[in-house]
């Protein structure tokens, strides 16, 4: 009989991605993976350490999880305690001193290990602690996507880690170096996906646009090139990817916003801070006017480009000028959605021990502020798509009889009632409502068209 494993995952897409690979690789040792941490025989935290108070966090679910095992012991049964991902890394053997309970503690870069490390606690090891940074690659030795059902839209991590040291950041001492995976195995790996569903992929890297895998003509690719070749991929609608840095905008990957109809016309594209010294100070290595010049190339080849962005607000030194020079940032460029956050220190970063730190009231007046102004802008985007017919990958059914939801090209999530439909179609929408963070919207005549089609969407 199988065991069960659930894995509860924390953070960003990439994590979703690796608990998703987590469980292909135990899958072929005996393990299921199941919903509910109920009846698990394995529970593993994929944790991230971008949050405030990550750490506690973990730590305090952590000691929940452990109450859990008593009451099984208690009933003579079992549970074994994982730990994975950015909190794992960062605390290694430190986590077991604190919960000295906890099984199993892995790191990002060696997941490929964990039948072994789950072997090694059956023969009687306690508290594995695996937070190598190896010379092996985890993704040549973990199986491909097979473990679970792969929707509509389906994620594929295509590069790990960073070089370029915001000064706010832990990802390059969690994640450690870039790494870019090989062009053949990500063509590989999105051929399996779009042969079990997927018709969206978003291709996925903590800076993905440093991309420069191996090509299978043995020269490095960029990620527009890796993007072209995905394109040709049968059966395959809409390619996006996320996260990117400004400063790897490179002319080709500009240029295929406009030349890729499968590239969708959606961008995440951080800036954090709109003013030249706090970009300094974080060692972004860009200015506020860079980013301006990005976009306007950007909007030039994709006029109809929807843009997101990240912000931190009250980083170390943000003067009052600062910080409107944020504001004017936002109100030139125009966000279709953003995600802003108050500063707060992560331990072990440069920025953690500067000096001139904000006071936590400003702080959260100047987040009140940007956050209004963002908000504002989504509704605009939204309410601007009412009364436009738009191409809608359906992706699962909503609470509602008869409901599917979907996205648009842009990202936004639309509402809609089509009974006959199903996940993995794409059918033309008239988008009736907004709200500020989805759509309503009603079908155009059935029957819809099942195989791809050519998106257009401006
Ligand atoms: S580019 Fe992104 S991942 Fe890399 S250090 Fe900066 S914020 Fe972190």
């Known amino acids: ?9 924390y953070g960003c897409q990439m994590n979703v991605y690796d608990s998703a690979r987590m469980a292909d690789a135990l899958v072929p040792h005996g393990y299921a993976r199941v919903d509910r941490s109920d009846d698990a025989d394995l529970i593993i935290l994929n944790t991230c350490h971008i949050r405030e108070k990550a750490a506690e966090k973990v730590y305090s679910e952590l000691g929940r999880l452990r109450q859990m095992r008593e009451r099984r012991r208690a009933a003579g049964g079992d549970l074994t305690i994982g730990v994975a991902g950015c909190v794992a890394q960062a605390e290694g053997e430190a986590m077991l001193e604190r919960a000295p309970f906890v099984d ?3 790191g990002p870069q060696t997941y490929h290990r964990l039948p072994e490390l789950l072997h090694r606690l059956a023969r009687g090891s306690r508290g594995v602690v695996d937070t190598d940074f190896p010379l092996e690659s985890k993704f040549d030795l973990l199986p491909g996507p097979t473990s679970g059902p792969v929707g509509a839209s389906a994620f594929l991590t295509v590069q790990e880690g960073c070089d370029r040291f915001c000064t706010f950041c832990v990802v390059p001492y969690t994640r450690g170096a870039e790494e870019s995976r090989p062009a053949a195995a990500v063509l590989a790996e999105a051929r399996q996906l779009v042969a079990a569903g997927a018709r969206e992929i978003t291709l996925l890297g903590q800076n993905v646009n440093a991309y420069h895998g191996e090509g299978p003509d043995g020269r490095s690719w960029s990620l527009a090139r890796l993007i072209a070749a995905l394109a040709g991929q049968e ?13 790897d ?13 499968k590239l969708m016309p959606f961008l995440h594209l951080p800036v954090q801070s709109g003013s030249d010294a706090v970009l300094e100070a974080m060692n972004r290595r860009h200015r506020a006017d860079d980013y301006r010049q990005i976009v306007d190339r950007l909007r030039m080849a994709r006029p109809d480009l929807a843009l997101s962005s990240d912000f931190i607000v009250g980083f170390p030194g943000e003067s009052e000028a600062d910080f409107r020079a944020t504001m004017a940032l936002v109100q030139e460029i125009g966000f279709a959605q953003a995600f802003s956050f108050k500063y707060s220190p992560r331990p072990g970063t440069p920025a953690a021990s500067m000096r001139r730190q904000v006071k936590d009231a400003i702080k959260r007046e100047r987040l009140a502020e940007l956050q209004a102004l963002l908000a504002a802008q989504a509704t605009a985007f939204n309410q601007a798509t009412v009364g436009r017919v738009l191409p809608v990958l359906l992706e699962h059914a909503g609470r509602h009889d008869g409901q599917m939801v979907g996205r648009t090209p842009y990202l936004q999530p639309v509402h809609l009632q089509a009974p006959d439909a199903r996940p993995g179609m794409l059918i033309d929408v008239l988008i009736e409502d907004s709200q500020p963070h989805s759509l309503a919207g009603a079908t155009l005549a059935a029957p819809w068209p099942e195989p791809q089609r050519r998106e257009a969407c401006a």
Do not use: C, E, N, Q
């Not at 059966?235 to 400063?247: D, K, N, V």
């Open 1 to 9: 009989m199988s065991k069960k494993l659930f894995i509860k995952t």
């Open 104 to 106: 199993l503690v892995v």
């Open 235 to 247: 059966g395959l609608a809409r390619i996006r990817y996320t996260t990117s840095h400004p400063r």
């Open 249 to 261: 905008m490179t002319d080709d990957l500009i240029d295929a916003h406009g030349a890729i109809d």
